[in-house]
């Protein structure tokens, strides 16, 4: 058997795996479940109350389990790009071997590409080495790979619409938190968002117009717009140890409003009266529920990092059972102990004149809770929308080949001035989250992830044959599985539009 090229020995050394820092299973996990807790949870206890109990209850597990089915397709068709390149580099090789080998006059060296081959494909009852998720494959780089042009267009509009709602809910969120944190205490008997913003921020006694909440709202609005804003001309990576800190922050936060609505439960009883079933309240608590459940468009980046792979669908299932356990916790114990719900659930513990400089303390931490935890997301979101922005309509792989104002200038700007300038004429919360999460989220959710998972099986299939086995294949691989979810999807986009025209009329 002749010896192996240089340049062969090479690229066999060369590991097949993303290089950097690894995590054990549990580790991932938490990682997972930090990402979907996030702000989307301080949504559902006002969604909740409305849709009714019952009705919101079985809505989210069944929520949950569509979320979680479709998560199972991102991790297939990841498996299935890993496979795609993997079959790729070894054809790379070998016709470098051949060609090298030929100039030697060496016409035997087709026997020495069986030994690389082989062990990848293992045959029908050992699942094959061409399938992994060690090499991490993002969204946009599978809907390259296997969808078509139309496809892939497709794709990146939602992405795009999907994080501009992102933005603005975010800074909506931030602006209307820092709001309710300045201005003066709103009275008691006024439930209507829209009375709130035409109080003065501060009260006086003179007949003067006076200084606005939703002047205000504005004002923290483009505050922080020209804090985070300027970041997006940069490359910012999220580090480890700033991740750490915003998710203490997080549980910190969730825990202690879980506890004192328990708290408030035990003290005054039951002050909240939602019906057990509303279907009025189906199209928000259902945009609320989808963004709330949204980890797809970031699983490639945590779960290849993960040692262990073998039973990853089995943790992950058990992720989104603890998940939905803690939001019917969040929503139950916010819906019955508070009269009126705020869209935003930290917005009920806004801080009030209150003696105990303890309770003060904690309650100025949960009102400002969006500012400290969005704030760090906000620059990571926008530069994924400019880097997707550039994905879409420029050559990534020779953007300096572009002029300054294409390549450092234009895309930043258009990734942050239409949530600026969306954020700053509408401050309804809740009307956002419901176009964030039931269109562009239903698209990123249920559609991307089963449109991909579909042409990545025909893809591997024709390309690597039906006896190489992956062993990250979906558990609701029948089509049936994929045709359910389609169907799922578009009945409830046209529920969802109905509903807006209706109240619109």
Request: aromatic share 14%; net charge neutral.
């Amino acid at each position: 058997m002749p010896r192996r090229p240089w340049f062969l020995k090479k690229l066999l050394r060369m590991p097949l795996t993303e290089s950097g820092d690894q995590y054990s299973i549990w580790v991932g996990l938490i990682y997972i479940f930090n990402l979907i807790v996030g702000t989307g949870a301080l949504t559902l206890p006002a969604a909740f109350a409305r849709a009714g109990w019952g009705l919101s209850t079985i809505s989210l597990v069944f929520l949950a389990f569509m979320s979680f089915m479709n998560a199972t397709y991102v991790i297939e068709t990841m498996a299935c790009a890993n496979a795609v390149f993997k079959w790729k580099r070894l054809q790379f090789i070998k016709r470098n071997s051949i060609t090298e080998n030929e100039s030697d006059e060496e016409p035997t060296a087709q026997t020495s590409y069986n030994d690389l081959e082989d062990p990848l494909v293992c045959g029908d009852t050992i699942p094959s080495r061409y399938y992994s998720l060690d090499k991490r494959i993002e969204l946009g780089e599978m809907a390259n790979l296997f969808l078509n042009k139309a496809g892939r267009t497709m794709f990146y509009c939602t992405l795009c619409v999907y994080l501009y709602g992102d933005l603005s809910i975010y800074s909506a969120a931030v602006a209307k938190s820092l709001m309710d944190v300045i201005c003066s205490t709103v009275p008691a008997n006024l439930t209507n968002s829209t009375d709130w913003d035409i109080l003065p921020c501060f009260h006086s006694n003179t007949s003067v117009p006076t200084y606005t909440r939703f002047d205000c709202y504005r004002v923290a609005l483009l505050t922080f717009f020209g804090a985070m804003g300027p970041f997006v001309f940069f490359n910012v990576q999220k580090t480890k140890y700033l991740q750490l800190f915003t998710s203490g922050m997080r549980w910190l936060a969730f825990a202690i409003m879980i506890s004192m609505a328990i708290h408030l439960l035990i003290a005054n009883g039951p002050q909240g009266k939602p019906p057990a079933f509303d279907v009025t309240g189906m199209p928000t608590l259902f945009g609320a529920c989808v963004y709330s459940f949204m980890c797809h468009h970031s699983l490639p980046a945590l779960i290849s990092p993960i040692r262990g792979k073998s039973r990853l669908g089995l943790h992950l299932a058990l992720d989104y059972a603890l998940i939905s356990v803690f939001y019917l916790l969040l929503a139950f114990t916010g819906a019955f102990a508070f009269s009126h719900l705020n869209d935003l659930y930290t917005l009920n513990f806004i801080p009030t004149d209150n003696e105990n400089v303890f309770l003060e303390i904690v309650e100025y931490f949960l009102a400002l809770f969006p500012v400290f935890t969005l704030s760090t997301s906000f620059p990571i979101i926008a530069i994924t929308l400019r880097n997707n922005l550039q994905s879409l309509f420029l050559d990534t792989s020779s953007l300096e080949s572009y002029n300054f104002v294409f390549r450092k200038l234009l895309f930043p700007i258009v990734a942050v001035v239409p949530p600026l300038l969306l954020t700053y004429f509408l401050e309804d919360i809740s009307m956002l989250i419901r176009f964030t999460g039931s269109y562009a989220g239903t698209g990123i959710q249920y559609l991307m992830p089963t449109f991909l998972v579909l042409s990545a099986r025909r893809h591997c299939t024709s390309l690597l044959g039906y006896g190489v086995i992956n062993k990250y294949k979906s558990p609701f691989s029948n089509m049936a599985w994929a045709i359910f979810v389609l169907i799922w999807s578009f009945v409830c986009i046209i529920l969802v539009s109905v509903d807006m025209f209706e109240k619109k009329s």
